[in-house]
């Protein structure tokens, strides 16, 4: 199959967060499948650094018109792990410091959505799939539709949309329909494009796309219950039948205890436990920490009121005090680094935190920790739970989208199953239960290790993943 990918930002060229990992990673598994993939994503000022490693091309330059403003999108073109990028490049829009959180920012990704039809046409690029990902490049299916509709390029073109992040919707007044993308009030009055007042971009891919997922079934539930905070079910639940939930994959190239650079040691199945008490050591010493024959939990996290940072400041006071050790990495939000900077002055002996980011210690806390701490309010899919499972760390998460479908919690009695540890409520309560059973397991360590190894066991590849993946495009070909 022919598939064209329109994603704000991609790996390894731009990243925010996940959206970029798995367009990427998606992407190449689908190459390796012997799929043709091209990704379109605008071109940033942070990717110029890149450019002597991925060597872009000077490839077109065409106008584009946003109603009656007339600017010019130049493309740039590299191919990276078999996939083909396409570079959008406009210097007014794109060159600067941040991907996101311009008072433009609706324009900016008119622009690129305009844009990316315009360059499918220049190629006569004939997409079996269009796949667009996230609110920044949903209203592409609506502009072939209403705009292209007796354009033979696209006439057998199926179009499938994936929302990573439901909070963001795109929204705009009506007046920037046609101002922006020179489509009719009417789409607007009748309801199509309509949602809250506002013109929805995502929401118009929802109605627009032939298939729909989002990042995990339990997420995809979460998100055609009445009571989401989301209030996309209504037009989700027309389209229920269209719709699925895939858990992502992670790089397991990447993720790998066997080979990881970055580990004292190296591990696997067979020597788990010399190679977890070697990373241990390394890591604790690196955070200056002593040990007290307590569990070692890891966070590594954006420190944001999502993620139940809270809960952590809260319920990790006890096990601080019982000989636990913690390590957390991350920065975030003012107040929840100034919790954790409060923890580590009153343990400063077994409380580590580390406020920004390292690659290199990340790799350290999957490997040196006991648990890893994942209590969040809510979270689509999730990656870091199953990163940690890989390295044999035992993920403690709320049941919640993604970590409900990747975690089995550990809960006493079923230790020949078990992959981690869950709870359901989001309060320090539901929080306390799941120390008190990583406690309990830890004191037990033969099934401590027996619920680790099964955890290493779990295929987290992107492999399965894009084959439902490819199932659905085949899917949406007998509608």
């Given at each position: 199959m022919k598939i064209a990918m329109f994603s704000s930002e991609v790996n390894p060229l731009a990243k925010s967060g996940g959206l970029a990992d798995v367009a990427y990673s998606l992407s190449k598994e689908l190459v390796n499948m012997g799929n043709e993939v091209i990704v379109v994503?605008?071109?940033?000022?942070?990717?110029?650094?890149?450019?002597?490693?991925?060597?872009f091309e000077d490839f077109d330059d065409f106008e584009v018109s946003l109603s009656w403003r007339k600017t010019h999108a130049k493309i740039y073109k590299t191919v990276i792990d078999g996939i083909t990028y396409y570079m959008i490049a406009n210097g007014p829009y794109f060159e600067r410091d941040n991907l996101y959180s311009y008072p433009d920012d609706n324009e900016r990704f008119a622009f690129y959505q305009l844009a990316s039809v315009q360059l499918l046409k220049n190629l006569n690029y004939k997409a079996d799939i269009i796949h667009v990902h996230d609110h920044q490049a949903s209203f592409i299916p609506v502009l072939i539709k209403e705009k292209e509709q007796d354009n033979p390029l696209f006439a057998k073109t199926k179009f499938v949309l994936t929302i990573h992040n439901p909070a963001f919707r795109g929204e705009f007044?009506?007046?920037?329909?046609?101002?922006?993308?020179?489509?009719?009030?009417?789409?607007?009055?009748?309801?199509?494009?309509?949602?809250?007042?506002?013109?929805?971009?995502?929401?118009?891919?929802?109605?627009?796309?032939?298939?729909?997922?989002?990042?995990?079934?339990?997420?995809?539930?979460e998100l055609l219950d009445p009571s989401s905070e989301f209030h996309l079910n209504g037009v989700l639940e027309l389209r229920k039948d269209d719709f699925i939930g895939v858990v992502n994959g992670i790089d397991?190239?990447?993720?790998?205890?066997?080979?990881?650079?970055?580990?004292?040691?190296?591990?696997?199945?067979?020597?788990?436990?010399?190679?977890?008490?070697?990373?241990?050591?390394a890591l604790l010493k690196q955070m200056g920490l002593k040990f007290y024959g307590g569990p070692v939990y890891g966070l590594v996290s954006r420190l944001s009121w999502q993620k139940g940072i809270g809960l952590v400041a809260e319920s990790m006071r006890n096990a601080l005090r019982n000989g636990a050790n913690l390590v957390v990495l991350g920065s975030g939000e003012y107040e929840l680094e100034q919790q954790m900077e409060a923890l580590r002055r009153e343990f400063p002996d077994t409380c580590g935190i580390y406020i920004g980011y390292s690659d290199?210690?990340?790799?350290?806390?999957?490997?040196?920790?006991?648990?890893?701490?994942?209590?969040?309010?809510?979270?689509?899919?999730?990656?870091?739970?199953?990163?940690?499972?890989?390295?044999?760390?035992?993920?403690i998460v709320r049941?919640?989208?993604?970590?409900?479908?990747?975690?089995?919690?550990?809960?006493?009695?079923?230790v020949d199953v078990a992959d981690g540890i869950g709870?359901?409520?989001?309060?320090?309560?539901?929080?306390?239960?799941?120390?008190?059973?990583?406690?309990?397991?830890?004191?037990?360590?033969?099934?401590?290790?027996?619920?680790?190894?099964?955890?290493?066991?779990?295929?987290?590849?992107?492999?399965?993943?894009?084959?439902?993946?490819?199932?659905?495009?085949?899917?949406?070909?007998?509608?």
């Open positions: 994503m605008p071109l940033y000022k942070s990717m110029w650094k890149k450019e002597k490693t991925y060597k007044d009506k007046f920037y329909l046609n101002d922006y993308y020179g489509l009719p009030d009417y789409l607007y009055d009748n309801g199509t494009v309509r949602f809250n007042g506002m013109v929805s971009t995502l929401k118009s891919a929802i109605v627009y796309c032939d298939k729909i997922t989002t990042v995990s079934p339990t997420h995809r539930d397991v190239k990447e993720w790998d205890s066997r080979k990881d650079p970055k580990l004292a040691m190296n591990y696997g199945i067979t020597n788990l436990e010399e190679g977890k008490h070697k990373n241990q050591e290199d210690l990340a790799h350290k806390i999957y490997a040196g920790c006991d648990f890893f701490l994942m209590p969040s309010l809510f979270e689509p899919c999730g990656i870091s739970q199953m990163v940690s499972q890989r390295y044999g760390t035992l993920p049941y919640t989208g993604g970590l409900r479908d990747t975690v089995n919690g550990y809960t006493g009695d079923n709870f359901n409520d989001y309060n320090a309560m539901g929080m306390d239960y799941a120390i008190g059973m990583s406690k309990s397991l830890y004191g037990n360590q033969k099934d401590f290790y027996k619920v680790a190894r099964t955890a290493m066991r779990l295929d987290r590849s992107w492999a399965q993943s894009a084959k439902k993946y490819e199932d659905l495009y085949i899917s949406a070909f007998t509608k």
